[in-house]
């Protein structure tokens, strides 16, 4: 039996994002860690940028991106109508995963395939990769499924990362944004 895979339409080129909590993004990417290769799952806020939720894991199932997804709901509580934005990657337009955001009230959006598919969520990638992760191997028994102690990765990519941004649409510090 195939597989089927929902096709949104991409919410994101016909919409003004002009505030927090309209448009999130998210995407997965791989880091390698000292004991093998992991799998960042990030949801960021469109406007602002920070990341509001993320998790780290063994696999790329949208068991982890609901998670991450889940997480960043519970923190914001956005209104409704939030679209939520990511690529046409399995674990984001697999049935579970589309199931999901339609429970949650969600507008469900994807890039079309090519080389900006989610620019916004790639470009934080990017700048984590550059100014933190190339050629580091992290150590030690910290990891990102522990809220406490934060991993390394991603207490640079939730500090240091949003407010030298180039390019961001906020001036201001993201985290000085009132919700």
């Known amino acids: 039996m195939r597989a089927r895979f ?17 448009v999130w993004v998210g995407d997965i990417t791989y ?7 992991r799998y960042l799952a990030v949801v960021l806020d ?14 790329r199932t949208a068991r982890e991106t609901s998670a991450v997804l889940a997480r960043a709901l519970e923190r914001r509580q956005p209104p409704p109508g939030l679209i939520f934005h990511s690529d046409h990657g399995t674990e984001y337009m697999g ?8 429970r949650r009230g969600l507008q469900q959006s994807a890039s079309e395939r090519g080389p900006s598919d989610n620019a916004r969520a790639e470009s934080f990638f990017h700048s984590l990769k550059a100014e933190l992760t190339r050629g580091v191997i992290f ?5 990102a499924t522990r809220p406490d102690p934060v ?6 990519a939730t500090t240091a990362l949003r407010p030298r941004r180039p390019g ?6 993201p985290g000085s944004i009132k919700l």
Do not use: I, K, Y
Not at 151 to 156: E, T
């Open 6 to 22: 929902a096709r949104h339409p991409n919410r994101v080129w016909e919409t003004h994002v002009d505030r927090v909590n309209h």
């Open 31 to 37: 880091l390698r860690l000292a004991d093998g290769w």
């Open 46 to 59: 469109h406007h602002s940028r920070p990341v509001l939720a993320w998790t780290l894991s063994r696999r």
């Open 95 to 102: 049935a579970a995963f589309c199931r999901f955001v339609a």
């Open 139 to 143: 150590h030690g028994d910290r990891t």
């Open 151 to 156: 991993h390394p990765v991603l207490q640079h």
């Open 168 to 173: 961001a649409h906020c001036v201001r510090d």
